[in-house]
Protein backbone atom coordinates (compact mmCIF):
# COMPACT_ATOMS: atom_id res chain seq x y z
CA UNK A 1 0.00 0.00 0.00
CA UNK A 2 1.30 3.30 -1.59
CA UNK A 3 0.51 6.54 1.22
CA UNK A 4 1.09 9.60 -0.35
CA UNK A 5 1.90 13.22 1.72
CA UNK A 6 -0.79 15.39 0.62
CA UNK A 7 -1.49 18.86 2.59
CA UNK A 8 -5.07 20.09 2.61
CA UNK A 9 -5.34 23.92 2.64
CA UNK A 10 -8.54 25.03 3.02
CA UNK A 11 -8.68 27.23 0.55
CA UNK A 12 -5.46 28.68 1.83
CA UNK A 13 -2.43 29.54 -0.14
CA UNK A 14 0.59 26.84 0.53
CA UNK A 15 3.85 27.55 2.71
CA UNK A 16 6.18 27.96 -0.85
CA UNK A 17 3.44 30.54 -1.91
CA UNK A 18 3.67 32.68 1.31
CA UNK A 19 8.25 32.21 1.31
CA UNK A 20 8.11 33.50 -1.99
CA UNK A 21 5.88 37.02 -1.05
CA UNK A 22 8.00 37.49 2.45
CA UNK A 23 11.02 37.62 -0.10
CA UNK A 24 9.69 40.74 -1.88
CA UNK A 25 8.87 42.80 0.89
CA UNK A 26 11.68 45.45 1.81
CA UNK A 27 12.11 46.95 5.24
CA UNK A 28 11.76 50.64 4.93
CA UNK A 29 14.23 51.18 7.89
CA UNK A 30 16.95 49.07 5.66
CA UNK A 31 16.46 51.28 2.94
CA UNK A 32 16.39 54.66 4.81
CA UNK A 33 19.61 53.14 6.68
CA UNK A 34 20.64 52.55 3.08
CA UNK A 35 20.38 56.47 2.05
CA UNK A 36 21.81 57.04 5.27
CA UNK A 37 25.18 55.27 4.67
CA UNK A 38 25.78 57.61 1.46
CA UNK A 39 25.56 61.20 3.47
CA UNK A 40 28.74 62.87 4.05
CA UNK A 41 29.16 62.20 7.46
CA UNK A 42 28.59 58.68 7.29
CA UNK A 43 31.15 58.08 4.72
CA UNK A 44 33.67 59.88 6.63
CA UNK A 45 32.90 57.62 9.58
CA UNK A 46 33.02 54.43 7.90
CA UNK A 47 36.06 55.67 6.13
CA UNK A 48 38.08 55.67 9.62
CA UNK A 49 36.48 52.44 11.01
CA UNK A 50 37.50 51.12 7.84
CA UNK A 51 41.18 52.24 8.38
CA UNK A 52 41.09 50.87 11.49
CA UNK A 53 39.92 47.43 11.22
CA UNK A 54 42.60 47.57 8.11
CA UNK A 55 45.25 48.83 10.45
CA UNK A 56 43.97 45.96 13.42
CA UNK A 57 43.95 43.40 10.97
CA UNK A 58 47.73 43.88 10.01
CA UNK A 59 48.83 43.35 12.98
CA UNK A 60 49.45 39.61 14.98
CA UNK A 61 49.26 41.25 18.41
CA UNK A 62 47.29 43.79 18.84
CA UNK A 63 45.18 44.96 21.91
CA UNK A 64 43.84 47.72 19.53
CA UNK A 65 39.99 47.28 18.69
CA UNK A 66 37.97 49.46 16.90
CA UNK A 67 35.07 49.68 19.01
CA UNK A 68 35.07 53.55 19.25
CA UNK A 69 35.03 53.76 15.02
CA UNK A 70 31.88 51.90 15.02
CA UNK A 71 30.04 53.34 17.15
CA UNK A 72 30.69 56.55 15.90
CA UNK A 73 29.56 55.24 12.46
CA UNK A 74 26.81 53.40 14.18
CA UNK A 75 25.89 56.66 15.70
CA UNK A 76 26.02 58.59 12.45
CA UNK A 77 23.93 56.56 10.89
CA UNK A 78 21.52 56.24 13.19
CA UNK A 79 20.95 59.72 13.82
CA UNK A 80 19.62 60.30 10.14
CA UNK A 81 17.80 57.83 10.19
CA UNK A 82 15.79 58.86 12.99
CA UNK A 83 15.22 62.14 11.62
CA UNK A 84 14.03 60.55 8.60
CA UNK A 85 11.98 57.74 9.94
CA UNK A 86 10.36 60.27 12.64
CA UNK A 87 9.13 62.08 9.88
CA UNK A 88 7.44 59.62 7.73
CA UNK A 89 5.35 58.67 10.78
CA UNK A 90 3.97 62.07 11.42
Known amino acids: ?40 HCVHARERLEACETRVGSRSETTEDCTEELFDFLHARDHCVAHKVFQSIK
Open 1 to 40: MVFEDKMITNGEPEEEEEEEEEEDMVDPLETVREKCEQTE
